[in-house]
């Protein structure tokens, strides 16, 4: 895979302007709190749009002012945000599947031949023994510990079969004891599945 | 029922909770759909639609009535053209009192939502759009269901409120027994008429009893639904 990112965005009195390229499956951005990381993935992800810049993934241009910008529900690209967002009204089952069934339908409709299969490789049981999620799905979120939230916020992000995952700050809301378990459960989940992801941290314990 | 209450009483209640019902339910999509246009867009005049949306809670009663007789009226622009062209009539019918308490609550409903819909956390609208859903898929599948306590709570006291309107309704509609005399326009007929007194007495506890049960079942609906 490849992402390409270019941006200048102005914040305030504060202006972000990055560029970069890369090619390789994990790609990780450090910096101290208020660099302009959460920035460039919600760039990224389309949930704010640059005052000036190009963002391409796999040569398909997602951002390109000032005439094109891709709404981040066409982007195929999933994020894990730093605060979970669980949706509160359903349960965590409805959560992970949020993403599972709209990537489904889409893959229905274009019958885009891989999208299908990856969604349907996406079994929901793979993903839910991979995190230990199985005593939670009839639970609210509001009912989950911060750990359990992220690990059903990773879940949903995976299930939704992104051609990109984006985590911001995956390591800051995991419990100690899970780190070394989640990096190794993303580890596994790209060997299988191919799916590249982007991660920002302020720190890395391991 | 009728043990207890007498057949003009009946009558009452029973056309108070039909008008009520019929002015919160139609008036519904419409508050939602204000709510949202003053909750979620920017466009210029928003303060000053805001106030008109407002304007019955301020305004006395007996003016919506007027105004509404005026343009509602059978010789009134839209009445005339209602009559005319649909067989429409609000003057003297009991739609014409549920139109006139649909408008006296509307900016009860309209706030309820409002706040609800303001109160939603624009994170989870981030978060379902980068897993794929577009805007009338966010609408029905999240705005919608994260809004619902406001929603519902909004009715239930705009319900209760309807069921109190008079100003409006005798102005509009007048006092027909039957047709549009609701409980607080039983309780005044009541008290022209000598020696009406216990009458009015006995329709004013009905009155409270009925305002204390869709209060407490608005405020317990609110909390239930509330995750």
Redesign the interface.
Known sequence: MSLEVRLKHRLGDFVLDAEFATHGHVTALFGPSGAGKSSIVAAIAGLSRPRQGRIALDGRVLTETPRLFVPPEQRRIAVVFQDARLFPHMSVQNNLLFGWRRAAARARAAARARAAAKAEAATISHVVELLGLGALLGRRPHKLSGGEKSRVALGRALLASPDLLLLDEPLASLDAARRGRSCLISKDWRGRRSCPCSMSATRWTR | MSEILTLAETTALLLSLRISGVAIACALPFAFMTAWLLSQRRFTGKSLASGIVHLPLVLPPVAVGYLLLVVFGARGPVGSWLWDNLGIRFVFSWTGAALASALITFPLQVRAIRLALEGA?P??A?????????RL?RLLN?TL??A?PGIVSGAITAFAASLGEFGAIITFVSNIPGETQTLPLAIYAALQAPGGETEAARLCLLSILLALLFVTVGEIAARRLW?
Not at chain 2, 126 to 134: F, K
């Open positions: 956390d994170g989870l981030e978060a379902a759009r980068t897993l794929g859903a577009g898929d999240l269901p994260l619902l995750r």
